[in-house]
């Protein structure tokens, strides 16, 4: 339609695209009437967005069934056995004959190709997942679908409000709780027992582990995460003392307990979730927390703002972190510290209970800002090594 300025189409995540035509010359009448019609297009506007933040479950189904697919990016579970289990529940539970893809993806992985597909008002999936310190840039950009879980889902999914906790104020409803990934010490027990094993984070800098050190080289994590609790300068002495004792380095966690398991090292730090798959396997690895700190971060699932499949994503992502989890999370060993009805969850607290640790986890977004600038100075260290 022309209005005298541009076309103006709502496009399926209620915002304006315009197609410019022409430059008209209007006077004082038709200006006064282009701007109201403008207004009246920006309440219509706003007025989309607002009926997309919130459905029933019955609407949410109905339009999985119209668009008849889902497009899954979850790395977990890591199991194919256990995807076909969640996927079949699924559309069991709702009564769902769509076709579902999962193609899992490794969540560093993803965040970059959300960047990129996102700036162009498009993107290939429909339920992703991401640590929470590397979903809040996308947040803020508006990649990530807002949605009012707790009120259009919460009688029907009754755990989904808890699933919106445990992130920084400005994060919910962006983002569901799926698990924690819980670090500490891992080892290999053919290298070395368990009573003379380092306890603090800072004992890993002792000499008696020099060349014995497997670690992230991903900024050292879970080392950079203590900055949330201890601050920039104390942490980065503890990252100077491992460094110091010429550490092997592997490019992510999985990768550190795999030069543990291999006896590449003897001692380093991994996740809790990880070690127990590696022992399922038979792998020589041991995990207990730290005794000072252990630092958590949150798996969190999101829908991208431009998710092809935006009522099948929603509703997925949904049933997913209340009940699919249930289905899976202790064969895969993941769970969260917070939730009462999750085994592997309580199991974990009580590790880092008897230990006396500290748990570790942010709080506020601005804390994201100055982990950045922390991991800017641990990474020129790396590449001083």
Do not use: C
Not at 220 to 237: C, F, K, M, R, S
Not at 274 to 297: K, M, N, Q, W
Not at 335 to 362: H, R, T, Y
């Amino acid at each position: 339609m022309d209005n005298g300025l541009e076309d103006r189409k709502v496009n399926g995540h209620g915002s304006l695209q315009f197609d410019s035509r022409e430059e008209i010359t209007m006077d004082k009448f038709k200006f006064l009437g282009a701007v109201s019609a403008l207004a009246l297009g920006l309440v219509t506007s706003l007025t989309s967005v607002s009926a997309q933040e919130s459905a029933t479950i019955e609407e949410l189904t109905n339009g999985a069934r119209d668009e008849g697919q889902l497009v899954v990016l979850l790395l977990h579970p890591t199991k194919s056995e256990n995807r076909e289990k969640v996927m079949e529940a699924f559309k069991k539970r709702f009564d769902l004959d769509i076709n579902i893809e999962w193609a899992p993806t490794h969540p560093t992985t993803l965040m970059s190709r959300l960047a990129v597909e996102s700036a162009s008002g498009k993107f290939s999936g429909d339920v992703g997942q991401g640590s929470v310190d590397d979903l809040w840039p996308s947040v803020k950009k508006g990649y990530i679908a807002s949605f009012n879980w707790e009120d259009s889902l919460g009688s029907d999914l009754p755990g989904i409000g808890s699933a919106t906790t445990g992130v920084p104020g400005p994060m919910t409803n962006s983002v569901l709780s799926m698990f924690d990934l819980v670090y500490g010490l891992i080892w290999n027990p053919d290298f070395v027992e368990e009573a003379d094993l380092p306890n603090k984070v800072s004992d890993l800098a002792d000499k008696k582990w020099d060349g014995k050190i497997a670690l992230n080289s991903y900024h050292i994590a879970p080392v950079d995460y203590l900055n949330y609790e201890i601050g920039a300068q104390p942490t980065i002495d503890i990252v100077e003392g491992l460094l110091e004792n010429s550490p092997v380095l592997k490019a992510g966690s999985g990768a550190v307990g795999a030069a543990v398991s291999a006896g590449e090292a003897a001692v380093g730090t991994g996740m809790a979730y990880a070690t127990d798959l590696a022992i399922d396997r038979g792998e020589s690895l041991r995990f207990r927390p730290f005794s000072d700190y252990t630092p958590v971060l949150g798996m969190k699932v999101f829908v991208p703002e431009f998710a092809p499949n935006p009522n099948a994503a929603r509703l997925f992502a949904a049933w997913f972190v209340t009940e699919g989890m249930a289905l899976v999370g202790e064969d895969e060993h993941i769970g969260q510290l917070s939730n009462p009805d999750s085994a592997v969850g309580a199991k974990l607290v009580e590790q880092i209970e008897a230990a006396g640790s500290k748990v570790v986890s942010v709080s506020d977004v601005k804390q994201f800002d100055a982990l950045a600038e922390v991991r800017k100075v641990i990474d020129e260290k790396i590449a001083g090594q």
